[in-house]
């Protein structure tokens, strides 16, 4: 899901609807997930203040939660696959 695919992500032409939707509603999710704890918060702040310090080229999130993140990628995974199969059911709002 971390992997980069340059503007591809973004494709308006050469993809499927269903594809495109896709990606939109995991990187929503990832950021929800994210947002759900100080770690998480403090992570995708710490994507967010590189990408401000060299807005026109993208930066290597997966390099930065790995390093921001506790216990890295490994552990963001173990929590993303436990709240696809165990969703929390509670409104939150950002």
């Given at each position: 899901?971390?992997?980069?695919?340059?503007?591809?992500?973004?494709?308006?032409?050469g993809d499927s609807t269903p594809v495109r939707e896709q990606r939109y509603l995991r990187a929503y999710?990832?950021?929800?997930?994210l947002m759900r704890s100080g770690e998480g918060r403090r992570a995708l702040a710490a994507v967010l203040h590189a990408q401000q310090a060299d807005p026109c080229r993208p930066v290597v999130v997966?390099?930065?939660l790995q390093r921001e993140y506790p216990g890295g990628l490994q552990a963001l995974a173990a929590a993303?696959?436990?709240?696809?199969r165990v969703p929390e059911v509670d409104v939150r709002a950002y």
């Open positions: 899901m971390l992997a980069r695919e340059d503007l591809a992500f973004y494709a308006a032409e999710a990832l950021v929800a997930l997966e390099a930065i993303w696959s436990l709240s696809m």
